[in-house]
């Protein structure tokens, strides 16, 4: 009798130990999740560091000249090239799906995409490292209209020498880099690095 008296009282103190170690568990990998995609000290902005293999030739983007031209094709099969936005301000964005930081600015960007499209703007996206199907699923989830380009082999990563995600070029009308940033944007920074390529 006291034995089953004995078993019975532990039973719950055994879950209620089991439960506290899923609580503790679930707040240590919360606790580093946050970490990881806070900001590096004395920066208020954050990004996702990436590897990008096998760059091509030439010069890389250089703040003052012109942005190397490309050509390809986005999600939706549209043959784009850079250089035919000349006349245009153009913003040349790179990110991913998965990237956290990438898609805690999307809607900042859509936004700015949507009080500038107007005036002319140009707004291009660059998927690194993902195919056409996964970019466009992406796009009709979280509501994005402007251009995106899938880039599953890095090419274009790779020719604008992007080091980590995301990076923003933004080009002026005559297809002069005025701007390279290298982390996320908030609202103010957008509206400033557009101003200055609207001319």
Known sequence: MTTKAGSRSTRPRGRL???????????????????ANQPAAGSS?????V???GLSGGSGPTVGQLAPDF?????LGKSVQLS????????????????QPCRSENPDIQAAWDKYKDRGLVLVQVFYTEEQATVTRYA?????????????????AGA?????????????K???LHQITSSTLDPAAIDAALKEIMG
């Open 140 to 156: 009709d989830t979280v509501g994005i209209t402007y251009t995106r380009i899938p880039d599953p082999d890095s090419r274009l």
């Open 71 to 75: 050509k390809t094709t986005t999600d």
């Open 160 to 172: 604008y020498r992007i080091m980590g995600i995301p990076t923003h070029f933004f080009i002026d």
């Open 17 to 35: 130990t089991n439960l506290a170690i899923v609580g503790i568990t679930a707040a240590i990998i919360l606790a580093v999740a946050y970490m």
């Open 84 to 99: 035919s936005f000349i006349g245009s301000p153009v913003w040349l964005t790179f990110g991913a799906s998965w990237c």
């Open 51 to 53: 590897n990008v293999g």
């Open 45 to 49: 902005t954050t990004f996702t560091k």
């Open 174 to 176: 005559t297809g002069v």
